[in-house]
């Protein structure tokens, strides 16, 4: 009855929120979104071997990233969060503990931000850990804010620091490390208050949660833009992770992805009214590193020497998952 | 580039419906609800040697099969469906064929429903083919037909036949079928505008789809409804299935699951009005099986026999998948 119990532990923590009418017990959920609202919906794949593995990642980190992905997303629409399902499958060897420390995770971080876990479907899967997190979301009518509104001149921000993400993978392909040390690998927050803030104020004139990399994730807003990017690379806020702690390549903070930072872009005209924001989150820097252009590319500006990326938007397909996939229009 | 071609075909196969303002292409998808509806959302998954095989399924049938598992549940609810996600893990050995004619099947399927896939997600499987599959409706303010509703008293109704799906799996076990001679398993299609037929009458007091066996969708309705059930076995529809055709056994009927035909239940008042349901799907049988009862357990009528279930409640924690999982209450 292992299944049984883990029913009841998921209906147990999950606790309901004002969305959720008819949560876990039925054969839909039935949520109810404010007036005037429109709907966000994302689903993103957690798979063993791909996006974790049980070496590596304790169940607790596992869970959290989970959720984080979901909730990134919805971040970089401007959106609220109103629930969560999780769709896991679980080989006949997966133990129940590690189970109920992947809920701790994934249900420590939803009471984080108030998301009910409304639902979903469990099933035993051939071989592996197999989880789908789908996140429902809302924002008021004609207020996403979406990759494609970027003009050129517009100034390129990001939350955070890049590249720590990808720096404790590296590191983990060669020896054990502290999750401590990589704080925003194995205990990412995604930046539903920052895209909000953005959001409630028109400031953003597009947005997106670096999952894939900056390089690949600034790439989708000129994509959708129909717009290019110049950056500086010495603006580029890179992280500083490991013991003894140093700060990552620029290579990793163009190109490491997972960081589920937010990477955005303001007119000049309203530059002025970001410093707001500085004040949301203790201690988060929201750092310049570029403007949008009129050209179709992006131009890396290293030390005054300017560098075309390489293979352009090609970089979409690269990566170590497809993760972005049915998110990118096909060239 | 299989993933950008795999991604190019979604987007030029997926019409955008009227609910989708903003599809594939940005972080969530944007949807816009009628107003005073309330949201549903499914989610159920479709796993490679434990819902499907290659050897027995075509990719056209894996993908019905996969959407029609959301529709059912949005079905079940009364509900319309407005947008379908698709997350979708791939193994480096899948042929490119395998996954287009998936997609037929499942666009096919999508556009008989005038459903839009809006989004998903891709990546690589360590090993198989894994989908999960979201369904978004939606369902006029308070009108979903829960599983709670049903009372002592209220007829057991089903529609179409029960267990030709169940059959057409053992018979595979033992030898190649014909597809056109296992319709419901091959094709199963959901009963859509049957469930909102009911639920714009307000005729079913109770509704669920049968995905698990009679015997356990039906243990959920009681559950849920803090009722028992009488159901007469000489009145259960069985399908006529095979090659020559003949009648599957009542054990089958009761237990099969994969039919996605609908269960409900009326109120004896409102029995007259249900003649109308009759004319709406051509030659789609709805069948009286038997009436709740104030008892908590559920009795089969065997030519004057009565036998309970055998565990009662408990048959919900069997059967191949858990694909009920998280929508049963634990006990």
């Known amino acids: 009855m292992r299944e049984k119990s883990l029913i009841g532990r998921i209906r147990r923590q999950a606790r309901p929120g004002t969305a959720v009418i008819t949560g876990i017990g039925d ?7 404010p007036a005037g609202h429109e709907l966000l919906v994302t689903t993103d794949f957690t798979l063993e071997d791909v996006h974790f593995r049980r070496e590596w990642h304790s169940p607790e980190v596992v869970g959290r990233r989970c959720l984080t992905r979901g909730l990134s997303d919805i971040a970089a629409m401007g959106g609220e969060p109103r629930a969560a399902f999780l769709s896991l499958a679980l080989d006949r060897e997966t133990p129940q503990k590690w ?25 035993q899967s051939a071989a592996g850990i197999q989880a789908d ?8 009518k004609g207020k996403a804010v979406l990759r494609s509104g970027a003009r050129p001149g517009d100034g390129i921000y ?4 890049l590249g720590g993400s990808a720096a404790a993978l590296a590191r983990l392909r060669e020896a054990k490390v502290r999750a401590a040390d990589y704080e925003r690998h194995f205990r990412p927050t995604a930046r539903v208050e920052v895209g909000q803030w953005l959001r409630r104020r028109g400031l953003a004139s597009a947005m997106i949660d670096i999952s894939d990399g900056l390089s690949t994730d600034l790439g989708h807003i000129c994509e959708e833009s129909g717009v290019g990017a110049a950056l500086e690379a010495g603006a580029i806020p890179r992280a500083v992770v490991g013991r003894p702690a ?21 007119s000049p005209k309203l530059r002025g009214r970001l410093n707001g924001v500085r004040r949301l989150v203790k201690d988060l820097p929201i750092t310049k590193i570029g403007r949008m252009t009129a050209d179709r590319n992006i131009v890396l500006d290293v030390d005054g020497r300017r560098e075309e990326m390489p293979h352009g938007f090609e970089h979409f397909a690269a ?8 998110k990118t229009r096909p060239t």
């Open 133 to 140: 997190i789908v996140l429902v979301g809302s924002v008021p």
């Open 246 to 266: 140093k700060q990552v390549s620029l290579d990793l903070a163009m190109h490491g992805g997972e960081d589920y930072e937010l990477l955005f872009t303001v």
């Open 158 to 161: 990001v939350t955070g620091e």
């Open 319 to 326: 990566g170590p998952d497809l993760a972005a996939g049915l």
């Open 27 to 33: 054969d839909c959920a039935v949520l109810r979104l």
């Open 99 to 123: 189970v109920n420390r992947f809920l701790a995770g994934l249900l420590e971080s939803a009471d984080e931000f108030r998301v009910p876990l409304a639902g979903g479907d469990t099933a």
